[in-house]
Structure formats: C-alpha cells, structure tokens
C-alpha cells in the first residue's frame, strides 16, 4: 500500500514558520528545528520514491535563508547534488507560462484570443492559417490556430 505524504502541508507550515520572523531567519532555533525536520522528511520521501537528488531554497523578504542539495545531481558518477545544480525544466515551463499570461489577462493587459504577435512584435511563426493567428489561449491549451477557427 502507497502511503502519500501531505508535501504541501509541510511545505507550508516551513514556510509560514520563516515568513513570521524577522532577522536572521535561519538562525532562529524554532526555524532551524523545522528545517531539521524538512531535512529528515526530504530525505525519507527520496528513499521511499526512489528519487535520485534534489535541491531546495527558501526565501524570505527577497532573501535565500537555507539552500541545500539532497542525493545526486548525476547517481551514475556519485556527483552530488546542491543548491547550484542546474536541473532541466522540461514541462515546468508551461506552468509558468499559463500563469503569467493570466495574470496579464487578470489586469486587462492582453485577452486570451488576441494574436501573440500584438504583444509581442518579434513573435513571428509559419502558420498554413494566416486568418487564425497564434493567441495565448493556443499556448496554454496547444490547440492549433486552425483548429480554434473552426470551433463554434
């Protein structure tokens, strides 16, 4: 039987920990005691899932407190893992994406079906259906240009 961890709760309660103080933050001994405790829990959760390494950061007032690598960046040659290792982003991006351009859509800064090209001049892609052009809403859902054309 799999047994899921709450990685969200504990995440948060860290990080509610190290937003409600002020100063040296990492040094405060309640903060340091739940990071020796995050620590532990990475630690079990990357045995358990068979994760090979990780790294993690956290910031308070737009400054890194804590940082740590956990495993390997590269098991095979026994590279460990820290808090600069580059990892690959791959779909994270979309996340991302999507969420910036609804935020922009939030503040009235662009609308989902507008042309990319409107806002951003140097966007410039082959498309076989110049009468439906890329907009953010193709981006976020990967629906083609053409096929959003055709939608009632």
């Known amino acids: 039987m799999k047994i899921k961890f709450p990685i969200g709760r504990i995440t948060i309660l860290l990080m509610v920990l190290v937003v409600s103080l002020r100063g040296s933050v990492a040094a405060d001994p309640e903060v340091a005691s739940a990071i020796r405790l995050y620590e ?21 007032d737009q400054e890194l407190v804590w940082a740590r690598g956990f495993g390997f960046a590269d098991r095979e040659r026994k590279i460990p893992a820290t808090p600069q290792t580059l990892y690959r982003m791959a779909s994270n991006t979309k996340m991302f994406t999507a969420t910036a351009i609804l935020q922009l859509r939030d ?18 892609i082959r498309n076989r259906h110049p009468d439906a052009p890329v907009s953010p809403s193709n981006i976020c859902s990967r629906i083609p240009p053409a096929c959003r054309a055709r939608r009632p």
């Open 40 to 60: 532990a829990w990475i630690e079990a959760q990357m045995a358990y899932r068979g994760q090979p390494g990780l790294s993690i950061g956290i910031v308070h």
């Open 107 to 124: 503040v009235g800064k662009l609308r989902l079906d507008d042309p990319v090209s409107q806002h951003l001049p140097w966007f410039k």
